[in-house]
């Protein structure tokens, strides 16, 4: 059939096709139809026979049958391939668009079999357009990434993954994260997007930290934070100290306003601020309001934001409180605690400096400063060292800064200054205050006038070498120069003589005249002495025994020397319109021949000089080998203190201490006058007789008898005071040598545990030799002694150089001033003044002060003028058996005294 035709490539022909074919075919035709047709002939042979125009015809007919099919072919050729052209832009279109987006993208038809992959999915999963093959499939793709290590899982769990989930988030090796989302399509197949979601996922999670880190930010911040709508003044946020404060959770918090949740007079106080916040028309307002809380008013300090739209319009308010109740108590605690430490400040007897190290300003003066800088501190704060003192100081000022921020430690100087009461000598400590970086901030600066301080120690310095009646050098100064003309003679043939003077009839003047004519007496015949011997060095060695030492030929220049001196000391002396005579013996040693150490020269010239007393009095003696017997003497008196302490040859005398102001009242010694007795020991010899403590105390020290003697000293003088009805106190002297042997602390214990004495009636008195020896070890046994209960009394106070340092470092009971001063109370000024000193040092670190040694009405009624609290001397009891003060112990008078003798230890 017609309708039946193909074209060439088999596309059906369209029915106008076929038409125009068949027209063509009745046209080509009719002129043959039209001939009659012959009998006998055939169709072929007719056309053969035919007229040859048919023929044309035909042919003619043909060809345009021909050319008309060409032309429909060529036609639906081009049609055909116009549509293929499109459809192939088309789908380069869309392949150039799929491959342009940043989503991996997969398609699949209902057979599973891959019909399109983009290149952003390669790129994904480090694929190449090589790797896939024609008719490959999704489960071809999914494998290939597996064997890569690029699918995140098993292939089982990606599959189960991928059959539960539509959209799903896979980890690769590499770190990076792929959503994957699946859509399937309605006449089935796959659509499959594949997106690189790292940095979405890790922006997810930065943001999900700092939204938490902020939540606990302004949980964590100690003032409440609360945020509210200012339409409805209903609470949008709260922290968690917001929550404590109100005592309720977020969620009661959230939504409700300040009534509902505060008490009415709380509520209007912060109604109120944000009122007050609004109306003032900034963002930032500050205010303190007080509110309810636990029925207590409470001050909260707060700060508040107001939030406005571009208008201008308020949208909500942001409120910052704290309840500073207890801030403002103890700020009002620290200002008056500034206060009164301003008032300590002021009233410290220092002055006191604190500068600024950045700009050298002065902030802190107190009241005492103002004599340093000569002017008020009101205008000295906040200026310079340069405005104050000019620029020369100030450059010293730094450099002794720079020395203090250097150092790092105290750093201490003595400077004159010149003040509105003349120049003055200060002490000056500077200290650098640093800052937690280690950076100096002040520079602490103290300034002491120790003019008066510096001139009693000097005083008592010199007082340690020098004679507190004659101002002449005393022994130990007379040793130190005998051991500077040793160590300039030594190795040389120099000589030189050592004088050793004894005054003659000094005891009978004193009894006579009185101690105060004898000590004029002394005095000149010091200036006398001095006159003579300018040449040499002069020293007081003890009562009336003075030293000289004089250089040049021995032994010719010695003795026209001691001539001399006998012509001048026999002259007449004229005290108070009375004329006396003295006598003078002088013994004499030479260097190198009579020794070669000072102790050595002093001893034989002491010798002489014995030698010469005993012989004939007023002579001038020389040392000769033969008085070595007296070191034989003193051998034999060492061996014999030895039997006394063993054959109870020794007893204890005691002298009584009194309340100076009483006695000086009464003029007698009542029981109520007395405090304490000292206890001394006496030595009654068979054979010599009664022998002076200055003579075996020295010896019993020299020798080492003195630790037992110490021993029985101590231990008789508490039986006896435990004894005693009155309460009284009893003191012991206790050598050095006692600190340096043996235990001290645990011998007192067990003597005070023997006896049952109370440790608070036992005063242990010391020399400042205790300490010079070993100073940290004597301190120590000192405080073990103290921690027993017992006093520590400073013997022979200001007799040597170093007694205010001891005073510093230990906390003494109290203090004895050495009798040397008391003597010489009413002859000399210097003397006077130091004890006046001593007492008022004494009082003013709150120690017992005793004066030991009075023995006239002038020096008890000095020492009651100056208020010092004991006295001890003959004028106030000589020492004694103790039943010679019954009395005073409370003790009937016919009761012996219980002292036991001394026995060997």
Not at 249 to 256: E, K, L, V
Not at 541 to 564: V, W, Y
Not at 829 to 835: D, F, G, M, T
Request: charged fraction near 25%; hydrophobic fraction near 45%; glycine fraction near 8%.
């Amino acid at each position: 059939m017609i309708t039946g035709i193909r074209l060439a490539g088999g596309k059906p022909c369209s029915p106008a096709l076929v038409g125009l074919l068949a027209a063509a075919c009745l046209l080509s035709v009719e002129p043959a139809m039209a001939q009659p047709a012959r009998a006998g002939f055939f169709a072929e042979s007719s056309l053969v026979a035919a007229d040859p125009r048919m023929i044309w015809q035909i042919m003619l007919g043909g060809f345009v049958i021909f050319s008309l099919l060409t032309a429909i072919i060529v036609w639906v050729m081009t049609a055909l391939r116009k549509v293929r052209m499109s459809h192939k832009r088309r789908m380069a279109f869309i392949d150039s668009s799929l491959n342009r987006i940043n989503q991996g993208i997969v398609m699949q038809n209902a057979i599973g079999r891959v019909v399109f992959c983009n290149d952003r999915y390669l790129e994904i999963y480090g694929l190449k357009r090589e790797d896939l093959f024609a008719g490959i499939t999704n489960d071809d793709l999914i494998e290939m990434r597996y064997r890569r290590g690029l699918l995140g899982s098993s292939l089982e769990d990606y599959k189960a993954t991928v059959k539960a989930n539509a959209t799903f988030v896979i980890e690769l090796p590499n770190g990076r994260s792929i959503a994957i989302h699946h859509s399937r399509l309605p006449a089935g197949g796959l659509v499959s997007l594949h997106e690189d979601c790292t940095e979405q996922r890790a922006l997810s999670r930065e943001l999900a930290t700092n939204r938490n880190f902020l939540e606990s930010v302004v949980d964590n911040i100690p003032v409440c934070i609360a945020a509210k709508n200012i339409d409805d003044g209903r609470y949008t946020l709260a922290n968690r100290a917001f929550e404590e404060f109100s005592g309720l959770s977020r969620d009661q918090i959230i939504g409700r306003r300040a009534d509902e949740i505060f008490s009415a007079v709380s509520a209007a106080s912060i109604e109120e601020a944000d009122r007050a916040a609004i109306e003032s028309g900034s963002i930032h307002y500050s205010s303190e309001f007080v509110v309810e809380r636990a029925s207590k008013p409470r001050v909260l300090a707060s700060n508040r934001v107001v939030a406005r739209d571009e208008k201008g319009n308020p949208q909500f308010l942001i409120a910052m409180f704290e309840d500073i109740t207890e801030r403002r108590e103890m700020s009002n605690e620290l200002e008056d605690a500034r206060k009164f430490l301003e008032r300590i400040v002021d009233n410290i007897p220092v002055a006191l400096m604190v500068r600024r190290v950045s700009d050298g300003q002065f902030q802190i003066l107190n009241r005492s400063a103002e004599t340093i800088i000569n002017r008020s501190r009101e205008e000295a704060l906040g200026k310079t060292a340069d405005m104050l003192f000019g620029a020369e100081a100030a450059r010293a000022a730094k450099l002794r800064d720079q020395e203090a921020i250097r150092k790092k430690t105290m750093v201490a100087e003595e400077q004159p200054i010149h003040t509105s009461e003349g120049l003055r000598l200060f002490a000056t400590r500077r200290v650098a205050v640093f800052d937690d970086a280690g950076a100096p901030q002040y520079i602490i600066q103290t300034h002491e006038d120790v003019t008066q301080r510096r001139q009693i120690e000097s005083r008592m310095a010199h007082m340690a070498y020098h004679d507190g009646l004659t101002d002449l050098p005393n022994r130990a100064a007379f040793l130190q120069s005998l051991s500077q003309m040793i160590d300039a003679c030594e190795g040389t043939e120099e000589e030189f003589a050592v004088l050793s003077i004894d005054l003659d009839r000094l005891k009978e003047v004193n009894d006579v005249f009185g101690h105060a004519v004898g000590d004029e007496i002394l005095i000149e015949v010091a200036r006398r002495i001095q006159k003579v011997g300018s040449g040499g060095a002069v020293a007081r060695l003890a009562g009336d025994e003075f030293g000289l030492i004089i250089d040049g030929k021995q032994p010719e220049s010695a003795r026209q020397l001691a001539e001399r001196l006998r012509e001048v000391v026999c002259d007449e002396f004229d005290v108070n319109g009375k004329s006396i005579r003295l006598g003078l013996t002088v013994g004499i040693s030479i260097y190198p021949h009579n020794g070669a150490t000072p102790a050595a020269l002093l001893a034989n010239a002491d010798a002489a000089l014995f030698r010469a007393k005993s012989k004939l009095r007023g002579s001038i003696l020389f040392f000769e080998a033969e008085m070595d017997q007296q070191t034989r003497d003193r051998r034999a008196l060492h061996q014999d203190l030895g039997n006394a302490i063993r054959n109870g040859e020794l007893s204890l005398h005691y002298q009584p201490l009194a309340i100076t102001r009483h006695v000086c009242e009464t003029g007698d010694l009542e029981p109520k006058d007395a405090v304490a007795f000292e206890a001394l020991a006496r030595w009654f010899h068979p054979a010599r007789g009664f022998i002076p403590p200055g003579d075996f105390i020295p010896l019993a020290e020299e020798s080492g008898l003195i630790v037992e003697l110490g021993e029985w000293i101590l231990r008789e003088a508490c039986r006896e005071a435990a004894s005693w009805p009155r309460p009284l106190r009893v003191a012991v002297n206790l050598s050095p040598a006692q600190f340096a042997h043996g235990d001290l602390v645990g011998l007192v214990h067990s003597i005070l545990l023997e006896t049952g004495l109370s440790p608070g009636r036992l005063e242990l008195e010391i020399t400042e030799g205790v300490l010079i020896e070993d100073f940290d070890r004597g301190l120590s046994l000192l405080r073990r002694l103290k921690a027993l209960g017992v006093m520590i009394v400073m013997d022979d106070f200001g007799s040597g150089y170093s007694s205010l340092t001891y005073l510093q470092a230990f906390p003494f009971d109290k203090i004895k001033i050495d009798r040397a001063f008391i003597t010489n109370l009413g002859h000399n000024p210097q003397s006077a003044a130091i004890v006046r000193a001593m007492i008022g040092l004494c009082h003013g670190l709150n120690i017992t002060i005793v004066a030991e040694g009075v023995e006239t009405m002038d020096q008890l009624e000095f020492l009651a003028v100056e208020e010092c609290d004991r006295v001890q001397g003959y004028l106030i009891g000589k020492p004694a058996r103790i039943g010679q003060y019954a009395h005073l112990v409370g003790r009937p008078a016919e009761i012996a005294d219980h002292q036991q003798p001394l026995r060997a230890s």
